[in-house]
């Protein structure tokens, strides 16, 4: 039989009236694990900008999870972090095909595909570690499991839709991140250094000059032949 929750303050987290930090009890189900509610009660025009206040402080505490109750800001904080996985995957794939497409196809045609390639996977690492590397939402995940949603007491929520964040270790994700960015940067650094002004003639452009240099010398061998 499943135990009730102990409510327990906040003690030194403790930042107002409208969230709880709940310690699950339940045979086998999240154990010492904190979880974090932020509840939308409205207790005056400045509400929102106390749940947000929350949720940062929520963030910054690292809690195992965090039930964003309010639905402006969990939609808010659902779609700033599906954007930050979103530049985090675009770098990565983007970095990939940049140093492996040179490995694929051959040299004349691979920096067509690896350069554009590797502006893009730069330009979105650029963009993540401005917004999101030091930001304390890049450390969580919406979680959408069921079985460990089961496990949180959503039930003693008043509303149906929470978003539910859980805190993730992000270390080799961020090593590989920055790995293959610092391995694109050097490449297209040493791609660009390298090439000639005949490497960035489109291949019709080459083709037309060649044919031009093929019809010239016939007609120097038809016309001023001795």
């Given at each position: ?55 940062e402080q929520a963030l910054e505490a690292q809690y195992k999870y965090i039930v964003i109750e309010p639905t402006r800001i969990g939609d808010e904080t659902s779609r700033w972090i599906t954007l930050g996985n979103y530049l985090h995957k675009t770098t990565v794939l983007a970095g990939t095909a940049c140093l492996f497409t040179p490995l694929a196809l051959p040299l004349d045609y691979s920096h067509y595909i690896s350069l554009p390639a590797g ?108």
């Open positions: 039989m499943a135990l009730p929750v102990p409510v327990g303050s906040l003690s030194s987290h403790s930042r107002g009236p409208a969230h709880r930090v709940l310690r699950a009890c339940w045979n086998g189900e999240l154990v010492g694990t904190d979880c974090y509610i932020v509840h939308e009660i409205y207790n005056g025009e400045n509400a929102q900008d106390q749940f947000e206040y929350e949720l502006v893009l996977s730069l330009a979105c690492c650029t963009v993540y570690g401005i917004s999101w590397q030091f930001d304390s939402c890049c450390n969580y995940q919406v979680e959408y499991n069921a079985y460990e949603l089961s496990r949180l007491p959503l039930h003693t929520l008043t509303s149906s839709t929470p978003v539910v964040l859980v805190r993730k270790d992000h270390l080799h994700r961020k090593r590989l991140h920055s790995m293959i960015a610092l391995a694109t940067l050097v490449y297209c650094v040493k791609r660009c250094a390298s090439s000639t002004p005949y490497d960035w003639t489109p291949l019709g452009s080459r083709q037309t000059a060649h044919s031009r240099q093929q019809s010239l010398q016939v007609a120097q061998e038809h016309f001023f032949a001795p």
